[in-house]
């Protein structure tokens, strides 16, 4: 694998694939979670324009927790290098501390706007997939988050070794929780929260696996990091369906 991190450069400026890869993601994002909110007639609060606004918030806030999440996991390296912890282009963004951040940050939305949040969180989870399938395709080209050795056919070739392209295993995931959640459950949805609860279990289950190989993993003492928070985020989406549905047989 030799591909050029940097798509092009102006004014001097490099302009990297990974940046590029993100920007995209959110932009999708933004667009699904608009026309899932239309396909909800703009119910419960919602409004023409919400993913806009939402994104203001959101987007920005998930990014710089995603980027406090990874530096935290690093400090050892980023206490001796405080003017590289900023540096997102040059990769190093934890998903599940966007998940976090930007999670908070729409429930703040939801309270201000008078929004029911898991109405929101339900237009929002197939256009989160989405945008995490097409960002990982940014760690395959900086060469990152990929697994360790193996001879599968499908293997991709690092630092002369054939390894397990986790990136693409986790690729490959979201967009069919993409596929499925846009195009299928959506159309067939019984409870507020069911998109959300369903993004978070399959995500969960399939992460805990897919990190299982990695060999770039942040680590509490023996334990990965990502593992930890895997099992957690399923745990939450059993609790979100559970209460979801109980509430709807409920009223």
């Known amino acids: 694998m030799n591909i050029n991190p940097v ?3 102006i004014f001097g400026l490099e302009v990297k694939w990974y940046g590029i890869l993100i920007a995209l993601g959110v932009l999708l994002a933004i667009l699904t979670t608009e026309s899932m909110a239309k396909k909800k007639s703009y119910k419960n609060g919602l409004y023409k324009d919400i ?6 918030f959101a987007v920005i806030i998930g990014v710089l927790g995603a980027r406090l999440y990874y530096v935290a996991f690093e400090w ?9 912890i900023f540096a997102i282009r040059n990769g190093g963004l934890a998903i599940y501390g966007g ?11 939801t309270r201000v706007k008078k ?3 898991w109405t929101l969180t339900d237009c929002i989870a ?10 990982r395709w940014g760690n395959y080209i900086n060469g990152e988050a990929h697994g360790g050795v193996t001879d599968v056919p499908w293997a991709i070739l690092v630092n002369g070794e054939r390894v397990h392209p986790t990136f693409f295993y986790e690729s490959f995931v979201n967009f069919l929780i993409f596929i499925f959640l846009y195009f299928y459950l959506s159309k ?8 959300t609860s369903f993004y978070f279990i399959v995500y969960g289950i399939a992460r805990f696996f897919i990190e299982g190989m990695r060999t770039d993993s942040l680590y509490i003492g023996d334990f990965r990091v990502s593992q930890l928070v895997s ?21």
């Open 7 to 9: 798509a092009f450069t």
């Open 76 to 84: 050892e390296y980023y206490s001796q290098h405080l003017d590289e």
């Open 126 to 135: 197939p256009g989160l997939a989405l945008a995490q399938s097409i960002g």
């Open 99 to 109: 998940i976090i951040a930007g999670g908070l940050t729409i429930y703040v939305f």
């Open 231 to 251: 099992l957690a985020i399923v745990v939450f989406g059993l609790a979100i369906r559970f209460v979801s549905k109980s509430r709807q047989k409920n009223k």
């Open 188 to 195: 067939r949805q019984k409870f507020e929260g069911q998109l």
């Open 115 to 117: 929004i029911k949040f």
């Open 51 to 56: 993913a806009n606004d939402v994104s203001l």
